[in-house]
């Protein structure tokens, strides 16, 4: 084999693997963004539940508070 051609063929088949680097490389790095994107929405959706959780809670409370307190019997025999 002349000196020429294997020199081509090894320049070639450098330029076919660090491609085939750079392509696994940009596919996981695609894959690891598209993880970290589902975990930032989980986070977002897990966030607005509590809100929602935490809205209702105090609308309870405020209603308990706003209901005038009357004695029961029970109360009124304690006293």
Same mark, same amino acid.
């Given at each position: 084999?002349?000196?020429a051609w294997g020199t081509a063929l090894i320049a070639f088949a450098?330029?076919?693997l660090s491609a085939? =680097?750079?392509l696994l490389g940009t596919w996981r790095l695609?894959?690891?963004g598209e993880q970290v994107t589902e975990a930032n929405r989980r986070t977002a959706l897990?966030?607005?539940s509590l809100e929602r959780i935490a809205e209702e809670l105090f609308a309870i409370i405020r209603h308990e508070?706003? =209901?005038p307190h009357q004695q029961t019997p029970a109360h009124?025999?304690?006293a």
């Open positions: 084999m002349d000196s450098a330029a076919i085939a =680097i750079s695609q894959k690891r897990r966030e607005a508070e706003s =209901i009124e025999y304690l």
